[in-house]
């Protein structure tokens, strides 16, 4: 088998509402051997992967997949079935997936979802080369493809931490996106209504706070000042300094780094000159400053403070094990590693015990050795610290908190000034006051991880991404979501989110639109290039200041990468017609119009989906909505709209000459139709369309009727506001119309505003990339033909085709309507405008259907201020 296509689609697309990985896979010669040519598969796959017994596939009960196994499948369904289940034997469960026959025999479409995305392309190729061996009788090794799938898991799972905080969120509701794949840097929500955190540091924690915390000194000062309790002691950076600090509070004391963190350099209970002398040291070696303080005695506890409230307490102790009379430490050392919540390091709820130099002077002060056997029920510690990262164990003990412990955690929050923020305190018990007992705060952390809240050894876990959340996002009813508008059809697209942004922000709503020319942040533009994708989504919706997205969408995003967001809150579906078939395993108008109704099926409930009502292609993707349907429609007589309009239903048309909003008994009038700039006093039908759309957009959008009158005033087709589409410019005497029309529809949308310009002759640059069918070039070419007295054809990006192709098709075209249109033919297109430029005269209409729109302009602008306008320009 070979992978031909392999990739995630991470929103919503073609084949699912959700995201899934795409794998367009080429059996080869499996093709010949479906299922039911080999025997003994069933059982083999059976043996391998019991659990896929619970598959229930089209069958519908579980044993289904195996039963379809039995009676013949193919190889590449084999590998759906057998992705989802890999996926879920490393702890993600998925469930969905389909697999289709593509346009050529022994291609096969794998759709199968993902949880994560690394690990869902692994397991598709771990299928793949799974499935072949299934055919080919070699060995199958599932233990080794399942430590190879964890360990994709591992490298690129989010923390414990920071999955707490993303799992809350989610559970609100609240989108979250990773900003780097290497981090824990996430963003929560969208738009203007975003927060991010890095682990559990926020937007919100205070950089003094968190400088603070980082300096055990500067701490204790602050604390000390304010009457809690902490070791007294002091920095040196000498050991003769250090000896005279002990000598001073007297001993036992403990050293530690100034700056430092997991306990690293940390040694506890000294209690001679001589240990001091090798702490220092050891200290020392971590950063230069040393404190030495007093060892207080007790037990070690950490609270964690979220937004002033206290919400969890734990009991921590170092690494240690318990005798049981006949092992040695280091057998129960090892038993204790067996335990599958210790990983290494960060990456599991514990973590494994490294016996280290610590670990064997420990064991030497209390002539202790590894092969030592202790006493049943004897506690050893290995660690003099009681950090989880080295092996230490918690114990929940959040509901023991005495309320004056619980309000001196909650005070220190305040005085360091964090958000969040973790609290070492030694004390006997949380049950009482301080001041009752031996305690003090050792260090206080910015950024504390919350794994042993999450789930202590002992106790009950504590939901602290909860409060992180409702810290971010203090409205229970915030989901920290922006509108989405998104819009999409085969023609119109870039016009109707211009415009509709345009309404936006004259409503003055601050916009973020992304279409196939530019990424705009209100009125700057801040990225140029083709963004109807759904990186550009993803563009749009993290900037800052958004408070609604406007998105083109067009096919090769839906198809490529799916939609970059969940779900949209108004959806426009423009129209469908034929254009760019034959790619992506699109070659039907049927298939195309479920590609762009993706959009529509992504509308939120509750939200809006816009629907041109004269399109019956537009008008069968109502199925797919779930929300409500506005529809926008040019006759204003048909019966599909009065049937919605008196059901309530709001329908945008055009009445007396007026755009109108209608619903129920209710005709608004919105404005006449030719105070709209962009409909050329409404002979661009086209575009009367696309301000129906815009305004039924902008409408559901919560725009007033008097909003939208105002936007559809105030918004020209002029290379300022509407760059290479519908710009009409007159130069000395002559007119020029600008566009960007490259298929049938668009033409023949076109060719009615062209008919209406009255001209002397019309001439027309254009050209279309070779990404075309042959056929479509052709019709192209005709109809060009049909609008112009005189054609300039010259050839655009060959996409793959000799140089010449294109434009001798679109030539073939033009040539077999019977119009006596001339035509010649350039390579280039700046070629082709000089000419055209140079035969075109006074009252001629020019239309350029080029890409470099901005070199024509510049040649009107000298036509129109040269002294001899007639003249070459
Ligand atoms: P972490 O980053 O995990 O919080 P750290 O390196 O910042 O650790 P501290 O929190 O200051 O270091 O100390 C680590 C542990 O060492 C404490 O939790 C406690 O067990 C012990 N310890 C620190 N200071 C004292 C002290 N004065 N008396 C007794 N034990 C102490
Ligand atoms: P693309 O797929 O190239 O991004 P688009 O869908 O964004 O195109 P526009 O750039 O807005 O569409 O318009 C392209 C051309 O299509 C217009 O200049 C016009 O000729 C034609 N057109 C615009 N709107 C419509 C419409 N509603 N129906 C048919 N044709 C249209
Ligand atoms: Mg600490
Ligand atoms: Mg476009």
Not at 816 to 825: A, L, M
Request: contains cysteine.
């Amino acid at each position: 088998m070979n992978i031909l296509e392999h990739r995630a689609l991470r929103g919503p697309n073609y084949y699912s509402r959700y995201q899934a990985i795409f794998l367009r896979l080429d059996i080869g010669e499996l093709e010949q051997r479906p299922s039911d040519t080999a025997p003994d598969i069933v059982q083999r796959i059976s043996e391998l992967i019991p659990t896929l017994q619970e598959h229930r596939c089209s069958v519908g009960r579980p044993g289904g997949f195996l039963e379809r196994l039995a009676r013949g499948t193919w190889a590449g369904h084999i590998v759906e079935h057998v992705a989802i289940e890999l996926q879920n034997l490393i702890g993600f469960s998925v469930g969905y997936g389909k697999t289709i026959d593509a346009y050529d025999s022994g291609i096969y479409n794998v759709i199968y979802r993902y949880r994560d995305e690394a690990c869902g392309l692994a397991a598709g190729v771990e299928a793949v080369d799974f499935v072949e061996r299934l055919f080919s009788g070699d060995a199958i090794d599932m233990p080794a493809i399942i430590t190879r799938l964890k360990n994709v898991r591992d490298d690129n799972m989010l923390g414990p931490s920071t999955a707490a905080i993303v799992e809350a969120a989610g559970n609100r509701g609240i989108p979250s996106t990773r900003l780097s794949e290497d981090s824990s840097y996430v963003q929560l929500g969208q738009g203007h209504r975003q927060q991010r955190i890095q682990a559990t540091v926020t937007w919100r924690t205070n950089l003094i706070g968190a400088g603070i915390a980082d300096d055990k000194n500067w701490t204790k000062q602050i604390l000390d000042d304010a009457g809690i309790p902490v070791p007294q002691g002091r920095v040196c950076e000498s050991y003769s300094e250090a000896l005279d600090i002990a000598r001073d509070i007297g001993y036992p004391v403990v050293t530690k780094p100034l700056i430092g963190n997991h306990g690293r350099g940390i040694s506890t209970d000294i209690d001679d000159d001589q240990a001091l002398r090798e702490a220092f040291d050891i200290a020392a070696n971590r950063y230069p400053s040393v404190i030495v303080e007093k060892y207080v005695k007790g037990e070690d506890h950490r609270l964690l403070v979220i937004n002033g409230q206290l919400v969890a307490a734990a009991r921590r102790r170092p690494a240690h094990v318990i005798g049981d009379g006949e092992s040695s430490i280091q057998a129960l050392v090892d038993v204790e590693n067996g335990d599958p919540r210790r990983g290494v390091g960060h990456e599991n709820l514990l973590t494994q015990i490294q016996i280290d130099e610590q670990s064997l002077r420990l064991l030497d002060q209390q002539n202790l050795t590894l092969q030592s056997v202790i006493a049943k029920d004897e506690i050893v510690y290995l660690k003099s610290t009681a950090n989880l990262s080295t092996g230490g164990t918690a114990t929940d003990v959040t509901d023991d908190v005495h309320p004056e412990v619980k309000y001196a955690a909650e005070r220190i929050a305040r005085l360091i000034g964090l958000d969040i923020i973790g609290i070492d305190l030694l004390s006997e018990t949380l049950t009482r006051p301080l001041e009752d007992q031996s305690a003090a705060v050792v260090e206080v952390n910015a950024g504390p991880g919350f794994r042993m809240h999450l789930s202590p050894t002992h106790g009950l876990g504590r939901n602290v991404g909860r409060p992180v959340v409702d810290m971010l996002f203090p409205d229970s009813d915030d989901n920290g979501r922006v509108p989405i508008a998104a819009v999409t059809g085969t023609n119109g697209k870039t016009t109707t989110v211009r415009l509709l942004a345009h309404l936006l922000r004259h409503a003055r709503r601050s916009v973020g639109m992304a279409c196939t020319g530019t990424i705009e942040i209100n009125n700057h533009v801040i990225m140029r290039g083709d963004y109807s994708g759904p990186q550009a989504a993803a563009i749009v919706l993290r900037e800052p200041t958004v408070e609604y997205a406007v998105l083109e969408v067009a096919r090769g995003g839906i198809m490529r990468r799916g939609l970059g967001f969940d779900e949209c809150d108004v959806g426009v579906l423009l129209n469908i017609a034929s254009d760019h078939l034959g790619e992506h395993d699109i070659h039907t108008l049927e298939e195309l119009a479920r590609c762009k109704s993706v959009v529509i099926d992504a509308v939120r409930q509750g939200g809006t989906a816009v629907l041109n009502a004269d399109d019956p292609r537009v008008l069968d993707s109502r199925q797919w909505a779930r929300g409500n349907i506005v529809f926008f429609t040019l006759d204003p007589d048909s019966p599909t709209i009065r049937e919605h309009v008196n059901e309530h239903g709001v329908a945008f048309t055009v009445h007396n000459e007026r755009i109108v909003m209608r619903q129920g008994k209710v005709e608004a009038e919105v404005v006449p139709v030719f105070e709209v700039p962009l409909t050329f006093e409404g002979h661009a039908r086209f575009n009367v369309a696309n301000a129906l759309a815009a305004s039924a957009a902008a409408y559901a959008l919560g725009l007033s009727i008097a909003d939208i009158q105002r936007g559809l005033q105030t918004f020209h087709p002029t290379p300022g506001q509407n760059p290479g589409r519908t710009n009409f410019i007159e130069a000395a005497g002559m007119k020029v119309l600008i566009d960007y029309g490259h298929n049938v529809a668009a033409l023949e949308a076109l060719g009615e505003l062209v008919s209406c310009i009255p001209a002397h002759r019309r001439l027309c640059v254009a050209g279309a990339p070779g990404n075309r069918r042959d056929e479509d070039l052709v019709a192209l070419g005709a109809q060009l033909a049909r609008m112009h007295d005189s054609l300039f054809i010259f050839d655009s990006d060959p996409r793959g085709r000799a140089p010449g192709e294109t434009s001798a098709l679109i030539r073939s075209g033009a040539d077999s309507i019977e119009d006596n249109c001339q035509v010649e033919v350039f390579m280039e297109e700046r070629q082709a405008v000089a000419k055209a430029f140079d035969q075109a005269s006074e009252g001629d209409l020019l239309v350029l259907l080029i890409d470099d729109t901005e070199s024509a302009i510049e040649r009107l602008r000298g036509r129109r201020f040269a002294p001899d306008a007639s003249g070459d320009p």
